[in-house]
């Protein structure tokens, strides 16, 4: 798993610069533009549980920003190394058995999210959206809310010999989910039928968990139950993967 991450972290040492847009340009562009520029025509209130809209805002995006990394890091990048640059077939061709490459891919993902979700803190920070020293527990469950996604990508990019539904899975599932889910206004401002649907996404699980951090609201039942489900979609990502890898590549 190690020699895994070794591999990969050898490649971004060398490559960083192609995917620092996405990582760190992209979510502070963002923030400016939402937070900042379309914030300043919302006036606080019980929306926005009496802070301004950039506070508001900043933790849920810690969250979906850790969703739409791990989409690519966990679609593209892992097809390519199964079918156009052969990397996993090389590793397994070494001892390294194909449920190793599957943790250490995972791992490395995780580590690529924990980097975009501390330099999203970090800016968010400068630019005073960061009110509550609480608020840096929206690094852990942001990076939890991202692997709860990515390990089911990744182990449905194992079963892909094309990779032509990647941007459907992007369009009318990860994009709903960044818009649908409580990030830039209330659930309660949704229809009723429509709730439902959002309670099953990880984003919403993990925006409640980050934003009720960062405001003091977060309870130990409600935490908890947000916790179990996040984990318990990266446990059946990880087991579904092991077989897919294995399936792929075991001789």
């Known amino acids: 798993m190690l ?6 972290w050898t490649w971004y040492r060398r490559n960083w610069r192609s995917t620092s847009v996405t990582t760190f340009v992209n979510p502070l ?3 400016l533009a939402m937070g900042m520029g379309f914030g300043s025509q919302v006036t606080a209130g019980p929306a926005t549980g009496g802070e301004r809209y ?5 933790p849920a995006l810690v969250v979906t920003t850790a969703v739409q990394s791990a989409m690519f890091e966990s679609s593209w990048a892992v097809f390519s190394q199964f079918k156009w640059q052969k990397t996993y077939v090389g590793m397994v061709a070494t001892p390294v058995t194909p449920a190793q490459v599957l943790y250490g891919q995972l791992l490395w993902v995780a580590l690529k999210l924990t980097f975009g979700c501390v330099a999203f803190l970090l800016v968010a920070g400068l630019l005073g959206a960061v009110t509550s020293p609480w608020a840096v527990l929206a690094l852990p469950f942001g990076v939890l809310t991202g692997m709860a996604f990515s390990a089911l990508v990744v182990a449905y990019t194992a079963t892909l010999e094309k990779p032509d539904s990647f941007n459907g899975l992007y369009r009318f599932l990860v994009i709903p989910m ?4 409580g990030a830039f206004f209330p659930l309660s401002q949704l229809p009723g039928w429509l709730h439902p649907l959002a309670w099953l996404t990880p984003v919403w699980h993990g925006i409640e968990l980050s934003r009720g951090a960062a405001f003091g609201t977060l309870g130990v039942l ?5 916790l179990a489900y996040l984990s318990a979609l990266v446990a059946a990502g990880v ?3 092991r077989r ?3 399936r792929r590549l075991a001789v």
């Open 3 to 8: 020699a895994v991450l070794e591999y990969q």
């Open 29 to 31: 562009l963002f923030l």
């Open 54 to 58: 950039v506070v508001f805002l900043a």
């Open 178 to 181: 960044t818009l649908f889910t």
């Open 222 to 226: 409600p935490a908890l139950g947000h």
């Open 239 to 241: 087991l579904l993967g």
């Open 244 to 246: 897919f890898f294995h």
